[in-house]
């Protein structure tokens, strides 16, 4: 992959070049690990109580009504975890309004956010109505390759269908998605400047989501494809949003947007990190790739995890999303 590759060739340039010669280039280094005010926390007893608080959180409010499709990932996840009862009783009625409601999702966002629910359901459920919801899914989220040149977007769908053919199979399916992912990455990639938030490499700047959508894709396509560079580009994203976005007095990624949208992110964000900390462990990877010398992803989706937990007990609209991040990050150990 020539992006992937530039990235590489970028990420050497830069260990070599000194500090002020890299402020020059018109992008801070916020992110030095120096620069972080909250410490990672790794007490895992804690966080495993976190963990089933939040659940029981998430679960009395599923247990009110229809469920969000990050809830039922949860959920589901939950369950293959413990085979709690109180959870078997929830997640059959849940999933079976979710089939439904997932038919009138509307934006890759909401569809990807049910695709991945689905997925994780398929292993567990018999249901014919289930994989019919992820192939109809899949179309409606591969149909916007041709409809929009909006990047969050685009590789928020190219994400949800690589990930999805762990329980779909479609004639073409990764070819193409990976056709499209290097479209994407080949548009509004700059080496050491991220990804643009818009097909023609300019308009919309560089936004801290799609750093993480990108970083989340090239990670998906590695793992489906075993191509290092995917690995080595999605490392370079976030590396990109460490030294653009990162706010150290907060211990979160921050880019002015509102609250919610920032907690959101900050959840996507240490998903990501925790997966670029299992990848980086693989000997399979490490042999071959370029590694950043300093990174350390699990230290911080920890710190992320550490700055978020206040919010994340809010409500079970945030619950959610941070306790997948908090599995994830569980699941490293």
């Keep these: 992959m020539d992006v992937a590759q530039r990235a590489a060739c970028e990420r050497a340039r830069q260990r070599r070049q000194p500090d002020d010669e890299r402020r020059q280039r018109g992008v801070s280094d916020r992110s030095q690990s120096d620069d ?38 949860l959920l589901l996840r939950r369950y293959r975890a413990t085979g709690r009862d109180d959870l078997t009783e929830i997640l059959g009625p849940a999933l079976a309004r979710g089939v439904e409601t997932s038919r009138s999702a509307a934006g890759c966002a909401a569809r990807a956010r049910w695709l991945e629910a689905f997925v994780a359901a398929a292993p567990l459920s018999s249901d014919p109505r289930m994989l019919s919801a992820i192939e109809d899914l899949v179309t409606a989220l591969r149909g916007e390759w041709k409809r929009t040149d909006r990047v969050a977007d685009l590789l928020t769908s190219i994400d949800a269908c690589l990930q999805a053919t762990t329980a779909f199979e479609a004639p073409g399916l990764v070819r193409d998605a990976i056709d499209e992912l290097e479209r994407v990455m080949g548009a509004t990639y700059r080496p050491g400047y991220g990804v643009a938030s818009a097909m023609d490499g300019m308009g919309g700047g560089r936004l801290l989501a799609d750093q993480i959508l990108g970083a989340s894709a090239l990670v998906t396509a590695c793992v489906g494809t075993a191509r290092l560079p995917y690995g080595m580009l999605a490392e370079e994203l976030m590396q990109f949003a460490r030294r653009s976005f990162w706010d150290s007095d907060a211990g979160a990624f921050a880019d002015g947007g509102d609250p919610d949208a920032m907690f959101a992110a900050n959840c996507d964000a240490a998903r990501v990190l925790c997966r670029l900390s299992r990848l980086i462990a693989d000997d399979a990877y490490r042999s071959g790739a370029v590694i950043a010398p300093d990174a350390d992803y699990r230290a911080d989706a920890s710190r992320i995890l550490t700055s978020q937990l206040d919010a994340a007990r809010t409500g079970a609209a945030r619950a959610a999303p941070y306790a997948l991040a908090l599995d994830d990050w569980l699941s490293l150990r």
């Design 36 to 73: 972080y005010n909250l410490p990672a926390v790794d007490d895992a007893r804690a966080r495993f109580t976190d963990l089933d608080d939040l659940t029981d959180v998430v679960l009395d409010a599923a247990a009110d009504g229809d469920v969000e499709p990050v809830v039922l990932t």
